[in-house]
């Protein structure tokens, strides 16, 4: 059983920044691939960004390409998510994700261990 506690989150104005952090309890955390995932209010939960077990391969989704970057600590059982040039859009609630499959995965179901979330606000 992995364990995830995301941290990180908070009220930020348009064009700011926020770092997420997500910690993870599980000792082979150096094998799952990991992802963050957001939910806004009324819509479902879609896929941010992935990265595979090693950091050597990300995936991004379209709307935050070039202002998100996802990194990982495998010395410290943690993964990044670093946000720019945030905008309203990017509010929601971020979760992230274990997959023991290991690969950039977008779909949910491939995710076996989920955060309770970090609310994000992005003020205009």
């Known amino acids: 059983q992995v364990q995830l506690v995301e941290s990180g989150g908070g009220l930020v104005q348009a064009g700011g920044s926020l770092r997420l952090s997500c910690a993870a309890s599980?000792?082979?955390?150096?094998?799952?691939?990991m992802g963050w995932f957001r939910q806004a209010p009324g819509k479902e939960r879609e896929f941010v960004t992935a990265i595979n077990w090693s950091g050597g391969s990300t995936r991004y989704a379209d709307s935050v390409k070039a202002r998100f970057t996802i990194s990982r600590d495998n010395a410290k059982n943690t993964v990044y998510l670093q946000m720019n040039s945030l905008k309203p859009e990017d509010t929601a609630v971020y979760y992230c994700a274990a997959s023991y499959y290991g690969g950039t995965y977008t779909s949910k179901s491939a995710y076996d261990y989920w955060g309770q979330g970090t609310q994000v606000t992005v003020s205009s």
């Open positions: 599980e000792g082979t955390f150096s094998s799952y691939a």
